[in-house]
């Protein structure tokens, strides 16, 4: 049963119509208020930016892939944990139902600062609202948007959203391999700062797949299009150290650099060209990239799990993906920067074909000029010693995903002023 007062909700692949639309009363002060940091694209410059008159937009400042996950319980809450790249003000989340086939009903949610564990910084946990209203009911297949929440969110916070939700049926919607440990809890917790009733650690997030901040219209932000180095296999758990993480901490140490939001848009197991462990690239391209507020560039580092596969993937066809995805993020007003695929002799599906395979791959994103810039992960990781290899000290320990120190290296490479064009 629809929430009265509750706004209606739009499919996946309309979600960025309505990210700027929705501005409903809230608490006096949001999460985060006071603790933003200085600086370009931080929740002080932003506010700065506005007593000045200069106009703001909104640039997602969190992202996480949505997937299809199995059924949940109709009666719990979820307490999730997601760090923030932009700082700015009236952070707002979105929630999906992308992949359920019954509707969910949000009875309530809140949105507040992590101190440890499960628990919240004092005072910090307010009510999101939706339309007004405490509670939205999300149909089978569409998102929405919670209003705005009056106050400033720091770059680098640990922002805690709380979801109490009923009547789910089904297949839920979330995102399977978090890196982060989130808690859920049996019954209605959301407005709880404590972490005593919070006694079930998941290693998911659930129906959350965005956050977004009002900040100067100057400021964007890059999602990285990814498989499971993207989304952080093999890096430190609990720390945020996939390479996308790396890169948001050059990016807020930078000064002047206009991209300063990073949405992560990895999914372990990913291809470009069919679906499995969630939708291809191509199929997703519109929910996780495109729909996304305050975007200007796309980095786009996929094809292994398509070459391993052994499927018969061709170097033709996977760089006809690319161009799909290149073309289409263009024609959005995007940058498009290409990474090159990693080497991953060692891992148990590594034969002489898929290399040839990875090396003609490698080759057309350096020298077609389709990209609007190319960073060579390739070059970056790969053995002196061996050049089908991954390094060893980058070396996660299975031949194919980094470590910490390879995430790291990751992110270090890629050139900053290559994430602005001239689109």
């Not at 209606?8 to 309309?14: C, H």
């Not at 809230?26 to 930016?49: F, H, I, L, V, Y």
């Not at 922002?159 to 808690?183: D, E, F, I, K």
Request: charged content about 20%; glycine content about 12%.
């Amino acid at each position: 049963m629809a929430v009265c007062g509750a706004p209606t909700a739009v499919p996946a692949a309309r979600a960025a119509q309505t990210a700027g639309s929705a501005q409903g009363s809230g608490p006096a002060q949001a999460a985060g208020s006071g603790s933003a940091e200085s600086g370009p694209g931080s929740a002080q410059a932003a506010r700065a930016a506005h007593t000045a008159g200069r106009s703001t937009h909104t640039v997602v400042t969190w992202g996480a892939s949505a997937e299809r996950q199995g059924a949940g319980p109709a009666d719990r809450s979820y307490r999730l944990i997601v760090r923030t790249s932009v700082g700015g003000t009236d952070p707002r989340i979105r929630l999906s139902n992308a992949f359920g086939d019954h509707p969910v009903t949000f009875a309530s949610a809140y949105a507040g600062l992590r101190k440890q564990g499960a628990e919240l910084v004092r005072g910090s946990n307010r009510r999101l609202t939706f339309g007004g209203a405490a509670s939205v009911t999300v149909p089978a297949g569409e998102t929405v948007f919670s209003d705005a929440l009056p106050g400033g969110l720091a770059a680098g916070s640990d922002l805690v959203v709380s979801l109490y939700v009923t009547g789910a049926r089904g297949p839920t919607t979330g995102h399977g391999m978090a890196m982060q440990t989130n808690y859920a809890a049996a019954g209605d917790h959301a407005a709880e700062e404590g972490a005593a009733n919070w006694t079930d650690p998941t290693g998911s997030w659930y129906w959350l797949d965005a956050v977004s901040v009002e900040t100067s219209a100057r400021t964007g932000a890059v999602v990285t299009l990814g498989d499971s180095i993207t989304d952080g296999w093999a890096s430190s758990t609990d720390r945020n150290r996939r390479w996308p993480d790396y890169l948001s901490q050059r990016l807020r140490a930078t000064p002047g650099s206009r991209v300063k939001g990073v949405a992560n848009e990895g999914i372990s197991g990913n291809k470009v060209l069919a679906d499995g462990a969630g939708e291809s690239a191509l199929n997703r391209l519109e929910r996780d990239v495109l729909s996304l507020p305050g975007v200007s560039t796309v980095f786009l580092f996929e094809g292994i799990n398509d070459i391993k596969a052994h499927s018969g993937v061709t170097v033709d066809d996977l760089t006809a993906g690319y161009r799909q995805i290149i073309d289409r993020a263009h024609a959005a007003g995007k940058c498009v920067v290409g990474a090159t695929v990693m080497p991953f002799k060692g891992w148990y599906e590594y034969d002489a074909e898929s290399e040839a395979v990875r090396r003609g791959v490698n080759d057309w994103i350096r020298n077609s000029g389709a990209f609007d810039a190319v960073t060579d992960f390739d070059r970056i990781t790969r053995s002196p010693y061996d050049q089908q290899r991954i390094m060893p000290f980058f070396d996660g320990g299975d031949h194919l995903h980094p470590n910490d120190k390879g995430m790291q290296a990751m992110a270090d490479a890629v050139d900053l002023s290559a994430l602005h064009c001239a689109r």
